[in-house]
């Protein structure tokens, strides 16, 4: 009998997910997800320019950036902006968030104008990466929604739905969606982007203790794949309507 996981869940049980659309009254677009116990709030600005190398292109851009706010974990971290610099971590996850998001936007659809997409963790317990980056794929096609109905676009301006989970190894076993505690005694730690017609986008993964063989790799792959089908219904109920009018129909 295979013995539930420290906090009951079996080895492919997401934590318990809400997003929560529109939380924020100035932004166009904006949405809370809470995943177990982190919680990330993602925002989506507009600025009606493009960085230097996009100038006269007629393409527009999208950027993200990421914080923890002091009180996020059990020790407080020290602000970014005090400090002078963003960490290696946080600019290695804004990269990563933008990245992400810009392989599923039309970037000629969306004309010469900047999407800036912001995603503060206010609590974490492991996965903010990937939470951030499925609420900030629901702010991103809110704004995208709200655009269209403004008149400002002519056409959609995502390819497709996008969602990320974790996957590990703990104790042996392949397990989908880990926690701080789980993360922090991981032998393997990966992140899986994916797109919602089965496409990945980025696969992060590191053997922390010992190297693992492709059987690992496919069992790893096979919990995120089902994981991620998951977070894109719950993305689609969130959106409904506003998910049409923010993507392209595939021919």
Known sequence: MTLPRHDGRSEGELRPITIEPNWLRAALGSALITVGDTRVLCAVTLEDRVPPHLKDSGEGWVTGEYAMLPASGNVRTPRESVKGRPSGRTMEIQRLIGRCLRSVVDRVALGPRTLWVDCDVLQADGGT??????????????????LRDKRSIASPVLTAQLAAVSVGMVEGRAVVDLDYIEDSAAEVDMNVVRTGDGRYVELQGTAETTPFRKDR????????????????????????EALDKAVQKRS
């Open 129 to 146: 990466r990937t939470a951030s980056i499925t609420g900030a794929y629901v702010a991103l096609a809110l704004a995208v929604a709200k």
């Open 217 to 240: 790799l496919d069992a790893l792959l096979a919990l995120a794949d089902d994981a991620i089908d998951r977070l894109l219904v719950v993305q689609r109920d969130v959106l409904g």
